[in-house]
């Protein structure tokens, strides 16, 4: 925390600067893609000094030339855009993960190093010790002062002292890094009831008293990762909830809502907290995966939005639906359980419908696009 108040305690001070300050609870990651352009495009026009504090991918790529990761307490500066600080920090994060197991390597050779030769020195000790000699065995005890006259007895205590000194460098050398795991999720095989292709026929879909969504026959295919986008209020939520109530989708789907109410997040939280141990662990495993500590989440007394959303995600997976929908999936979410969430996903064999704003996560997990359109002031239709 120290680095990060002295780096913006130096900027305040010599440098005069116009502040522009997002992050992903901001506006700029609730706005459709059309309003995000233009407020892109406005902040490329800025010849000032802007720092930039968000989870969008799309904007910091799009603007920062140098970036400040923060982790752990520490501020890590790259000159670059902000993949190519990721990049950089990933092969610094790879490198120093393998020179450690070079040292751990290295200390283990020279603990046992260290054991045999104290066992050596113990061996020594008794062989020249004249207790067990009898007393008119000259003989053996001037061969005994001769080899402590001549430092013999000395050199595997030496030897010992060598092997400790090095032993304490290599610990000074240890690197601390974050106990890492392995991300993506090992998904069961999916048991389909046959619920595809899920046909929904045409339809005008009223949206307010004045707003409406159009639509021709649209089919879900089997394996389709499908991404809807679109302005706010365009009907996207509200075409899934239709959908969902017109379908006999079985059990074989999850679905994430955008919005989840304290009383429905208290009710899944005390819910899974009432599980078996084994189920539970196979919940908390998949939230580990997700970015998230499982020990400080159960320690919560009611988890926050994002990690309530990973709960929901990881419950859920364990019933190896064969649709998932999302819903805004990274929002309340931080960069790294969006990146964790996008690898997740990656390796989901099923369907998926997600409803997002942010398209460098879309752009890694679907192939294809449903877009809201907006025909004229109260008209919307859906482009695919």
Same mark, same amino acid.
């Given at each position: 925390? #120290? ?32 309003? =995000? ?23 910091? !790529? ?11 307490? /520490?501020? %890590? ?12 920090? =990933? ?65 595997? #205590?030496?030897? @010992? ?68 986008? #679109? ?22 789907? %999850? ?22 141990? !084994? ?29 309530? =959303? ?7 997976? %364990? ?5 998932? @929908? ?7 979410? /931080? ?18 419908? @997600? ?22 002031? /109260? ?6």
């Amino acid at each position: 925390m #120290g680095n990060i108040l002295l780096i913006l305690t130096l900027l305040l001070l010599y440098v005069s600067f116009f502040l522009l300050l997002f992050s992903y609870f901001s506006i700029f990651s609730c706005c459709c893609r059309g309003v =995000r352009k233009i407020i892109l495009n406005a902040l490329k026009t800025f010849k000032g000094i802007g720092i930039l504090v968000s989870h969008d991918r799309e904007l910091l !790529d799009s603007l920062s030339q140098s970036t400040v990761i923060l982790k752990n307490g /520490d501020a %890590l500066a790259y000159k670059t855009s902000f993949s190519n600080a990721m990049d950089e920090y =990933r092969k610094n994060i790879e490198f120093l993960e393998k020179t450690q197991i070079k040292h751990n390597i290295e200390l283990k050779k020279l603990k046992k190093s260290i054991q045999l030769q104290q066992e050596k020195v113990s061996q020594s000790k008794k062989r020249f010790s004249k207790k067990s000699l009898d007393q008119n065995d000259s003989d053996s005890k001037n061969k005994i002062n001769l080899a402590k006259l001549t430092g013999k007895d000395k050199n595997d #205590g030496q030897v @010992i002292t060598k092997l400790q000194s090095k032993q304490k460098q290599l610990l000074a050398k240890t690197i601390k890094t974050d106990k890492t795991y392995k991300l993506g999720i090992e998904f069961n095989s999916l048991k389909s009831k046959n619920i595809f292709p899920i046909i929904i026929e045409n339809n005008i879909l009223k949206l307010s008293e004045t707003k409406k969504l159009s639509y021709q026959i649209l089919s879900i295919n089997e394996y389709d990762k499908i991404g809807i986008i #679109g302005e706010n209020g365009s009907g996207k939520s509200s075409f899934i909830n239709h959908m969902l109530s017109t379908k006999d989708l079985k059990d074989e789907y %999850l679905y994430i809502p955008q919005e989840i109410t304290e009383e429905e997040s208290k009710k899944l939280f005390d819910g899974i907290n009432s599980l078996g141990n !084994d189920i539970k662990g196979e919940i908390y495993t998949i939230i580990r995966k997700l970015s998230s500590d499982p020990i400080k989440l159960q320690d919560s007394f009611i988890p926050s939005p994002g990690e309530i =959303r990973k709960l929901m995600i990881a419950k859920g997976l %364990l019933q190896s639906p064969s649709l998932i @929908i999302l819903d805004e999936p990274t929002n309340h979410m /931080d960069l790294d359980s969006i990146i964790s969430l996008e690898l997740a996903l990656k390796e989901y064999n099923g369907t998926m419908i @997600i409803i997002s704003h942010d398209k460098t996560f879309l752009d890694a997990v679907i192939t294809h696009i449903w877009e809201f359109r907006k025909e004229d002031e /109260d008209l919307y239709r859906i482009k695919n």
